[in-house]
C-alpha cells in the first residue's frame, strides 16, 4: 500500500445516499498545534446527510463528510504535547468546515480530542462526540442542569437524545424522554424516569413542570414543549430552522429559549469520557458499515430504521482495540 495515499469517501454533487463514493486521496499531515489521527471508526450524525443532499455550511462538493472521529494518533505536529504516536483518542473535528471523518486518516486541532475512554470500543467512542457534545453543551453548559431538576428530551431514542437522557440522570436530574413505540423501551434501559410516547399521549398534559427541555426534533413539537416549562426554565434546541417563533412564544410564557450549535471542545469531550469509564454513559449502536459501504448506511439513518447511532468501520476489526 502507498502510505502516502488513503481512501475516503467522496462525493461530487448533491444528492441521494448514492453520490458518496470511495477515492483516493493524499494522506494529511499534522500542522502546527494538530494530530494526525488513523481513523478506526467514524459516526455518523444526521447533519452529514443534511450536507450531502444541501451542501449547507460546507457548499458545493467534492467534500468529504464526517465530523466524529475514534482512533489512534500516528503522529504530531508542532507545539503538540497532550498527545503521542500511538495514543487512542476521540473527538468531534471543527464543525462544519472540519469535517472529513470518513477517511483512513484525519488531522484536527489537538484540542478537538480526548483520550479513548477505557473499556469502550472504537465504535462506540466514535458514536459518542457529536451527539454526546450537543448534549453536555446544551445541559450542562447552557441550561446549567442541577440535581434534582426536571428534564423533558424530545426524542429520547435518537442518536442525541439518547445520550442526553445518560448526560441527565448522571447530573442527577428526574428525566422525562419522548419516544414511541418499541423505542420505549431502550429510553427506559437508559435510566429515564418516565417515557412519554408521542403517538399516544400529549407530552404538554403529561410532563408539567420541567426545568429544562431539550429538543432535537423541532417543529410544532419544540413549541408546545414550551407549555411544559416551570416560569423561568429553558429549552435549548439543536435546530436552528424557524427559531425566531419560539423565541416569541418563549417571551409570551414568561420562559426562556435558546439555539445551539455544536462546537469541538476538549472540556466537554472529557466530561463524557469520564462518564463513560465510570459505566454512567454508553451510546447505543444499531449498526456498524464499512467505509466503503458510506452509502448504505446514509440509506439506513434516512429509512428511519434505525435506533440510536450509526458507525463506519474504518479499520478492520481485529485492530479496534477495546
Not at 196 to 207: C, P
Not at 280 to 285: A, D, G, I, Y
Not at 305 to 316: D, E, H, I, Q, Y
Request: glycine residues 12%.
Amino acid at each position: 500500500m502507498n502510505t502516502h495515499t488513503m481512501q475516503a469517501i467522496s462525493q461530487d454533487t448533491l444528492g441521494d445516499p448514492e453520490v458518496l463514493h470511495p477515492v483516493e486521496r493524499e494522506r494529511p499531515e499534522p500542522g502546527v498545534g494538530q494530530v494526525l489521527v488513523a481513523v478506526h471508526a467514524a459516526g455518523i450524525n444526521p447533519t452529514d446527510g443534511q450536507h450531502r443532499r444541501l451542501g449547507l455550511f460546507l457548499g458545493e462538493p467534492p467534500f468529504t463528510l464526517g465530523w466524529d472521529v475514534s482512533g489512534v494518533v500516528e503522529a504530531v505536529g508542532l507545539g503538540v504535547s497532550l498527545f503521542e504516536a500511538g495514543d487512542e483518542v476521540f473527538g468531534m473535528l471543527p464543525y462544519p468546515n472540519g469535517a472529513g471523518a470518513y477517511a483512513e486518516y484525519v488531522t484536527g486541532p489537538v484540542r478537538a480530542f480526548a483520550p479513548k475512554p477505557a473499556g469502550v470500543s472504537h465504535a462506540e467512542a466514535a458514536a459518542l462526540p457529536m451527539a454526546g457534545l450537543v448534549g453536555w453543551q446544551a445541559l450542562v453548559d447552557t441550561a446549567d442542569l442541577r440535581e434534582g431538576q426536571r428534564v423533558l428530551v424530545l426524542g429520547a431514542a435518537g442518536g442525541i437524545g439518547h445520550i442526553a437522557v445518560q448526560v441527565a440522570k448522571a447530573r442527577g436530574a428526574y428525566v422525562i424522554g419522548t419516544a414511541s413505540g418499541d423505542k420505549c423501551d431502550l429510553v427506559r434501559g437508559l435510566g429515564a424516569d418516565e417515557v412519554i410516547d408521542y403517538r399516544t399521549a400529549d407530552v404538554v398534559q403529561e410532563a408539567q413542570d420541567i426545568d429544562v427541555v431539550l429538543d432535537v426534533v423541532g417543529g410544532k413539537d419544540r413549541l408546545r414543549a414550551l407549555e411544559t416549562l416551570s416560569p423561568g426554565g429553558i429549552l435549548v434546541s439543536s435546530l436552528p430552522v424557524e427559531f425566531d417563533e419560539v423565541i416569541a412564544r418563549a417571551a409570551e410564557l414568561g420562559v426562556r429559549a435558546k439555539n445551539l450549535v455544536v462546537e469541538h471542545d476538549r472540556s466537554g469531550m472529557t466530561g463524557l469520557a469520564a462518564l463513560a469509564e465510570a459505566g454512567r454513559l454508553r451510546p447505543h449502536v444499531a449498526a456498524t458499515f464499512p467505509l466503503a459501504e458510506a452509502a448504505k448506511a446514509h440509506a439506513l439513518a434516512e429509512s428511519g430504521g434505525a435506533t440510536g447511532k450509526l458507525v463506519l468501520s474504518v479499520r478492520p476489526q481485529t485492530e479496534i482495540r477495546s
